[in-house]
């Protein structure tokens, strides 16, 4: 129950704070062009937006398998050098966005005593770095997830169909080639 409330939570705020940013955007563009004015605080608030959707939408990646990944080698191995492999990949990304959602975190701590505002929202800046802890946060718990998963089941998050047609595209393209060749 809980992992499917913070599953639709994260889909949502992702989905919410790019709906905003393109909101924001387009009124914006729009008012410059018709009526010659605009936000002056939209392109900073789109800004914002983006950096908060872009650190869920990492969450959301390592959930759903979604990276970009250089996964050729992992996928020739077979047995414990690939457990191991995939092991050791899983926790340099536990290890990774535990530090920086903890440096994030001191960082916030940080700029809220510093009391600095943003330029054009004047919004206290510490509520928008709040963004690096709470992303990277949801992202070490993701992988953290993803290594439950692996352990249990001997599965690594993929991206389901997709992932698998492109895992054979090379082998399917080279397999071409060679019958056209004949």
Not at 8 to 31: D, G, K, Q, Y
Not at 144 to 167: D, Y
């Amino acid at each position: 129950m809980f992992h499917r409330i913070l599953d639709r939570l994260e889909e949502w705020l992702i989905l919410s704070f790019m709906a905003a940013a393109t909101l924001v955007t387009f009124v914006s563009v729009m008012m410059r062009y018709l009526m010659g004015t605009g936000f002056t605080w939209a392109t900073e608030l789109t800004i914002y937006l983006f950096i908060w959707m872009a650190k869920f939408g990492a969450a959301y990646g390592v959930r759903t398998g979604i990276h970009v990944g250089v996964d050729y080698v992992v996928n020739k191995l077979t047995g414990a050098k690939r457990r191991i492999l995939i092991i050791t990949g899983i926790t340099l990304g536990i290890i990774f966005t535990g530090v920086i959602a903890f440096f994030g975190a001191r960082w916030v701590v940080f700029i809220y005593g510093t009391g600095q505002i943003s330029p054009d929202l004047e919004w206290p800046m510490w509520i928008i770095y709040l963004a690096i802890p709470f992303g990277s946060g949801l992202m070490c718990y993701r992988f953290i997830q993803a290594m439950v998963k692996f352990l249990r089941e001997g599965e690594v998050v993929s991206a389901g169909p997709a992932a698998e047609l492109r895992e054979g595209a090379l082998d399917n393209a080279e397999l071409s080639v060679k019958e056209h060749a004949k």
